[in-house]
C-alpha cells in the first residue's frame, strides 16, 4: 500500500494506492474518487471492524465503506468534510492502542479494530463522559483534524489542561478527567476542562469541533 497527502497546504486530500486484496475502511463521507477495479461494502461503523457499544451516550450512527482492491494499483481518494490537516498515525501490535474523537476519524487499515467508549465524567455539563473510538491492532488510522495539528508530549507532570472541543486524540498512556476551572460563572462560560495526564502524545487541534450540540464539558448556547 502506497499512501501520499495531496495539496497538504490547501483543503487535503489522502491518496491510497492498493496492492491486489488490499482493503481500506473509510467514512461514509470521505469519498472522493476512485480509480479502477475495487468492491465497496457499506456498513455500520464497528458491524464489521468490530462490534461497538451501540446505543452509548453519545454514539452517532455513521456508516464506513469498506473498499477492497480486485487489481495491483488500485487508487483511492479521500478528504474531510472539515478544513485542516491530514495525519496517518501508525498503531504498533498490541497492548498499542490510539483513543481518537469520532469527528477525527477518517479511514483505517484493514486491520485496525475499533470500538466505540465512555471514558470520564464531569460534575457540571459532562456528566456523560465523553464519547471516544478506541483503536487497536497493527495498522494505520487516517485522522482529519480541524485546523492545524499540534502534537503534546506529556511525562507525567505537569497535566495538560484541554477543552474537549480541541481534542482529535490521545495514546493510550494519557488518561483524564474533566475539571471545573474557577467559580460557577467561568465554568459556565468556559465548560469544564479535559484534565490529561499520564504519559504520551495528546493530539490537540487549533480549531475546535463544531457538532450539532456542544462537546462534553463544554456549555450550551444560552447557558452562558
Not at 24 to 37: N, W
Amino acid at each position: 500500500m502506497k499512501f501520499e497527502i495531496l495539496y497538504p497546504q490547501a483543503y487535503p486530500m489522502a491518496k491510497f494506492t492498493l496492492a491486489n486484496r488490499e482493503v481500506i475502511h473509510a467514512e461514509s463521507s470521505s469519498l472522493v474518487a476512485l480509480a479502477g477495479e475495487i468492491h465497496v461494502d457499506t456498513h455500520f461503523r464497528g458491524s464489521q471492524i468490530r462490534p461497538h457499544v451501540h446505543g452509548a451516550p453519545g454514539a452517532e450512527t455513521v456508516f464506513i465503506h469498506t473498499f477492497r482492491a480486485l487489481e495491483e494499483g488500485a487508487e483511492i481518494l479521500l478528504a474531510s468534510r472539515i478544513p485542516g490537516e491530514l495525519t496517518l498515525e501508525t498503531i504498533p501490535p498490541a497492548p498499542a492502542a490510539l483513543v481518537i474523537s469520532p469527528q477525527a476519524f477518517l479511514a483505517a487499515t484493514e486491520k485496525i479494530l475499533i470500538d466505540n467508549i465512555i471514558r470520564g465524567s464531569g460534575a457540571y455539563s459532562a456528566r456523560q463522559g465523553l464519547h471516544l473510538l478506541h483503536c487497536t491492532g497493527e495498522g494505520k488510522v487516517l485522522l482529519a483534524v480541524s485546523g492545524a495539528l499540534h502534537r503534546v508530549t506529556l511525562t507525567g507532570e505537569p497535566p495538560l489542561f484541554l477543552r474537549a472541543s480541541h481534542l482529535a486524540g490521545f495514546t493510550e498512556g494519557v488518561r483524564f478527567r474533566f475539571r471545573q476551572v474557577g467559580g460557577i460563572r467561568t465554568t459556565q462560560i468556559l465548560g469544564e476542562l479535559l484534565d490529561l495526564q499520564g504519559a504520551g502524545t495528546v493530539l490537540v487541534q487549533s480549531r475546535a469541533w463544531r457538532p450539532a450540540g456542544p462537546a462534553p464539558g463544554e456549555p450550551r448556547e444560552g447557558h452562558a
